[in-house]
T-cell receptor
Framework: QQPVQSPQAVILREGEDAVINCSSS?????VHWYRQKHGEAPVFLMI?????EQKGHDKISASFNEKKQQSSLYLTASQLSYSGTYFC???????????FGAGTTVTVRA | NAGVTQTPKFQVLKTGQSMTLQCAQD?????MYWYRQDPGMGLRLIYY???????DKGEVPNGYNVSRLNKREFSLRLESAAPSQTSVYFC???????????FGPGTRLTVT
């Protein structure tokens, strides 16, 4: 079952912050975050594992709440290059298979 | 290093025609995947191959078949294309000891 992402879309000005949420109805072992720019392939950002720490990638960080079966991606001091669609992928006990959310489209304007 | 390559980039088929989408990776990865991406649906797993010689169904396998030809190549076949299979298809691969999946550039398929 696909995880649910919110919001579906967000528009930011450069320097603003945003939070993207990902929740699942199933127990999670891992949450993977990818970004896809328009017309391109998805690119891996980071993974959060059950029992692991909060991760960061430049000014993009994420957290994983195992009890709530949720993850959040934080875009801090957004840059134009942050524009794209962000997908969370959730893994069960078989890390070969991921279920991806529908995506959150982020538009950063100057 | 080309990474993950896919052919063709674009394809238009008529209902009932068959075709094979090709995927190859030069990173010596063990696992390979086929996804389809539809507007508002995100990426949905069609089939995957955890290692050479094995294939397993994903979320949406109906209407598709796959072949893991060797460690490098993983093909996706549509035996009798339907308009519902109009989509962008992505192939991905990953190594056994890391979580990151590397995606190919995609194939945009239209079935009329």
């Amino acid at each position: 079952q696909q995880p649910v992402q919110s919001p579906q879309a967000v528009i930011l000005r450069e320097g603003e912050d945003a939070v993207i949420n990902c929740s699942s109805s199933k127990a999670l072992y891992s949450v993977h975050w990818y970004r896809q720019k328009h017309g391109e392939a998805p690119v891996f950002l980071m993974i959060l594992l059950k029992g692991g720490e909060q991760k960061g990638h430049d000014k993009i960080s994420a957290s994983f709440n195992e009890k709530k079966q949720q993850s959040s991606l934080y875009l801090t001091a957004s840059q134009l290059s942050y524009s794209g669609t962000y997908f969370c992928g959730t893994g069960g006990d078989n890390d070969y298979k991921l279920s991806f959310g529908a995506g959150t489209t982020v538009t950063v304007r100057a | 290093n080309a990474g993950v390559t896919q052919t063709p980039k674009f394809q238009v088929l008529k209902t009932g025609q068959s075709m094979t989408l090709q995927c190859a990776q030069d990173m010596n990865h063990n696992s390979m995947y086929w996804y389809r991406q539809d507007p508002g649906m995100g990426l949905r797993l069609i089939y995957y191959s955890a290692s050479e010689g094995t294939t397993d169904k994903g979320e949406v396998p109906n209407g598709y078949n796959v072949s893991r030809l060797n460690k490098r190549e993983f093909s996706l076949r549509l035996e009798s294309a339907a308009p519902s299979q109009t989509s962008v298809y992505f192939c991905a691969s990953k190594t056994s000891w890391a979580y990151e999946q590397y995606f190919g550039p995609g194939t945009r398929l239209t079935v009329t």
